[in-house]
């Protein structure tokens, strides 16, 4: 009951709402409770069929060990990842990175892999041990440090996508608080408020005046900060004000790994501002200026694997809104065309043609890691 209440569109609107992040917090913090144990999900007796991917390996190459941690993510990325590791022959543990000794029990493998899971706290202990296992153990890491440094840092992202001159949304970030307030008085609205960390419109909120938008500066500076979503999490001395731009009523996500190109439509509901995380996917055909742009910024932020969120303007033009190295992916059909999945699969001459196959994004994330970190290249 409680669970088709929450996946229905009133349940995700209203879990997205500032005033129930306050109440639930409040409501938390009264309530004493044990430490929280997340459960480890397996879905392998459950996995859609897909097609193998495999790499070839260069005669005399050998294979790496590897270690697996099991994530709690729903759905889990590490059973995609086990079912790479063996239909390729791979010796791999799992990996209790977690524990006090972690470092230690590591010494016997050459690569880990560790699907990050999106919350703040296990964000930071995942970049401090993949920097360690990088920089002083010799280890390969998927994800790599420096996807780390972007994944859910949404100000770490739009400060790469300046860099290069991607068209994405207009955005206020600023850790001045005079320079902040000096800006609201001026700005116009309404304006999207976020912090750096949350998939599926966490932590996305709507300002509509200069009045809301004074209160969230003030508070954002303030010496406690300000309450979020997550109640171990505060917003404290910067702002994240994103313009609110006009649409055409969805907005797209396009997954780039390799050569391949995924990508769904994510309607807005009826009164509405926000598409992800409301349940509205729709599959078809992707414009051709989204695919090229999503390829455009996997190529030069040189990434292994990226879906890029974007929308289209009222010119026309689209607009990025933010990227993830991690996504929620429930099926291995990721692309649809005719109610067939398939990928957009680019050549070498950086045209690009639709091949049917249902393959799951961990896999093919995967391939590409080991192919460009142990310079192996598959024989297709």
């Known amino acids: 009951m409680i669970g088709n209440f929450k996946s229905s569109l009133l349940g995700r609107k209203l879990y997205r709402s500032r005033w129930f992040w306050t109440f639930r917090n409040a409501v938390r913090n009264l309530i004493k409770k044990d430490p929280v144990s997340y459960p480890i999900l397996d879905d392998r007796n459950e996995l859609e069929p897909a097609e193998e991917v495999l790499i070839s390996w260069k005669e005399g190459a050998s294979k790496p060990t590897v270690g697996l941690v099991k994530d709690t993510s729903n759905p889990p990325y590490w059973t995609k990842y086990e ?35 999106g919350k703040a706290p296990q964000i930071e202990e995942q970049k401090r041990k993949t920097y360690i296992f990088e920089k002083f153990s010799g280890k390969l890491c998927f994800p790599s440090y420096d996807t780390l440094m ?40 309404p304006l999207v408020s976020k912090q750096p960390v949350g998939a599926g419109s966490l932590g996305v909120e709507l300002i509509k005046d200069s009045r809301q938008a004074r209160a969230a500066v003030r508070q954002s500076f303030s010496s406690a900060g300000r309450p979020t979503y997550w109640p171990y999490f505060r917003q404290k001395d910067y702002v994240y004000l ?74 026309g033009k689209f607009q990025i809104i933010e990227m993830s190295a991690f996504i929620q992916v429930d099926t291995p059909g990721q692309l649809h065309l005719d109610d067939v999945p398939g990928a957009y699969v680019f050549t070498s001459k950086d045209e690009y043609h639709f091949e049917p196959g249902k393959y799951w994004i961990q ?18």
């Open 242 to 315: 994103q313009n609110f731009q006009p649409n055409e009523g969805y907005d797209l996500r396009v997954i780039v790994v390799g050569n391949r190109v995924f990508g769904y439509y994510r309607d807005v509901p009826q009164g509405e501002y926000r598409a992800s995380g409301m349940g509205l996917v729709r599959k078809g055909a992707l414009p051709d200026e989204a695919v090229r742009l999503a390829m455009d910024v996997s190529r030069k932020l040189d990434l292994v694997v990226v879906a890029v969120d974007m929308l289209r303007d009222t010119d």
């Open 83 to 117: 079912r790479f590791l063996r239909n390729n022959g791979f010796n791999f543990e799992y990996y209790d990175v977690h524990r006090s000794d972690w470092l230690e029990a590591a010494k016997g493998f050459d690569v880990i892999i560790w699907a990050t899971e």
């Open 150 to 189: 972007w994944h859910e840092d949404k100000i770490f992202q739009y400060e790469c996508l300046q860099i290069f001159n991607f068209p994405a949304i207009r955005t206020f970030i600023s850790y001045s608080a005079p320079e902040a307030l000096d800006w609201i008085q001026r700005s116009k609205y």
């Open 363 to 380: 896999e093919l994330a995967l391939k590409e890691f080991f192919e460009r970190r142990l310079s192996v290249r598959a024989s297709s």
